[in-house]
Antibody
Framework: QVQVVESGGGVVQPGGSLRLSCAAS????????IHWVRQAPGKGLEWVAF????????LYADSVKGRFTISRDNSKYTLYLQMNSLRTEDTALYYC??????????WGQGTLVTVSS | QSALTQPASVSGSPGQSITISCTGT?????????VSWYQQHPGKAPKVMIY???NRPSGVSDRFSGSKSGNTASLTISGLQAEDEADYYC??????????FGGGTKLTVL
C-alpha cells in the first residue's frame, strides 16, 4: 500500500538549519510530484513546497522562498526539505504528501519541527 | 498567497445536511477546477474527501459532495454521522503555480 514516512524533525535554535526526509513506498516514486505541507500547533494547514516527478521544477510558498529547498532522490524513493534560516514561526508539524494531478492523495503522519531558543 | 476563507465552525444534528463554504478569488478557486477538500480528525493526518471540485476518491462515502460557483466552492455532507466530526480544509491550485489552503472549519455533530 502507498506509504510516506517523514523523519528529521527536532528542536533547533532560530537561525539554524534542519533537513527533513520523506521515505516513500508502495508506488512508483519517480512518476509523481510530492508536496510538503505544515501545520503549526493548533492552527490550519499551510502549503509549503512542491517538486515535480523528475525534480525539474520546484515551487514554494512565499513564506519559505529563499530559505527552504525541496529536492528528491528517485533512486532512493526519498524526498527532502532543507530548511535554513529557521524562524520561530516555522514551528510546525511537517507533512509529506503524494501529489495526484492537482490534489494530495496520500499523507504521512508528519514530523515535528520546533524552532526555539 | 492569502488563505482561502472558510467559516470557523459549523454544526448539525445526526441525519441532517451541512454545507461548508470556501471563498477565494479568480486567481485560485474561480480560475481553476482544482479545488479539493480534506478531512482531519484530531491527531491524525488529513484525508482527501473531494478533488477537482466534485470528484470523490474511491472509498469516500457518497454522503460527501462538492461544487463550485464563481469564486466560492462548497462541501456538502448529507446524513451527518458522529464520525464526520472533524476539521475540514479546502485547497486550490493558484495562478502563481502554487497551492493554497483555507483556514479550516470545525464540524461539530450535535
Amino acid at each position: 500500500q502507498v506509504q510516506v514516512v517523514e523523519s528529521g524533525g527536532g528542536v533547533v535554535q532560530p537561525g539554524g538549519s534542519l533537513r527533513l526526509s520523506c521515505a516513500a513506498s508502495g508506488f512508483t516514486f519517480s512518476s509523481y510530484g510530492i508536496h510538503w505541507v505544515r501545520q503549526a500547533p493548533g492552527k490550519g494547514l499551510e502549503w509549503v513546497a512542491f517538486i515535480r516527478s523528475d525534480g525539474s521544477n520546484q515551487l514554494y510558498a512565499d513564506s519559505v522562498k529563499g530559505r527552504f529547498t525541496i529536492s528528491r532522490d528517485n533512486s532512493k524513493y526519498t524526498l527532502y526539505l532543507q530548511m535554513n534560516s529557521l524562524r520561530t514561526e516555522d514551528t510546525a508539524l511537517y507533512y509529506c504528501a503524494k501529489g495526484s494531478g492537482f490534489f494530495l492523495d496520500y499523507w504521512g503522519q508528519g514530523t515535528l519541527v520546533t524552532v526555539s531558543s | 498567497q492569502s488563505a482561502l476563507t472558510q467559516p470557523a465552525s459549523v454544526s448539525g444534528s445526526p441525519g441532517q445536511s451541512i454545507t461548508i463554504s470556501c471563498t477565494g478569488t479568480s486567481s485560485d478557486v474561480g480560475g481553476y477546477k482544482y479545488v479539493s477538500w480534506y478531512q482531519q480528525h484530531p491527531g491524525k493526518a488529513p484525508k482527501v474527501m473531494i478533488y477537482d471540485v466534485s470528484n470523490r476518491p474511491s472509498g469516500v462515502s457518497d454522503r460527501f459532495s462538492g461544487s463550485k460557483s464563481g469564486n466560492t466552492a462548497s462541501l456538502t455532507i448529507s446524513g451527518l454521522q458522529a464520525e464526520d466530526e472533524a476539521d475540514y480544509y479546502c485547497s486550490s491550485y493558484t495562478s502563481s503555480r502554487t497551492w493554497v489552503f483555507g483556514g479550516g472549519t470545525k464540524l461539530t455533530v450535535l
